[in-house]
């Protein structure tokens, strides 16, 4: 997302590697973001396609939980921000 909120890319790295990962996904009350890399201390975004901010959460360990329950469903983009700067991006679709 850019500094309006407009949707403009996903982030993937080269030759399938991969940062992080949500499960399961679809989901529906809550999603388990999985780290492969240290992001400590970063931010989980996660955004409607409108480009609305829903969640936003420091990232404490490795695998952690993310309850969603109050989300509609339909489809979400995550986001792992560290020092400013997207590290890691993904789509979430909830049931």
């Known amino acids: 997302f850019d500094y309006n909120g407009n949707y403009y890319q996903i982030m993937e790295l080269p030759g399938g590697e991969v940062s992080a990962r949500v499960y399961p996904n679809p989901g529906q009350d809550y999603f388990t973001l999985k780290c ?43 986001s792992i921000q560290k020092n400013g700067k997207t590290v890691f991006s993904g789509k979430w679709v909830k049931r």
């Not at 400590?40 to 404490?60: F, R, W």
Request: glycine share 6%.
């Open 36 to 78: 492969y890399e240290n992001f400590s201390g970063a931010d989980l975004l996660l955004h409607d396609m409108a480009g609305h901010k829903v969640i936003q959460q420091k990232i404490t360990s490795p695998t952690m939980e993310i309850i969603t329950t109050d989300l509609l469903p339909g489809t979400y983009i995550y």
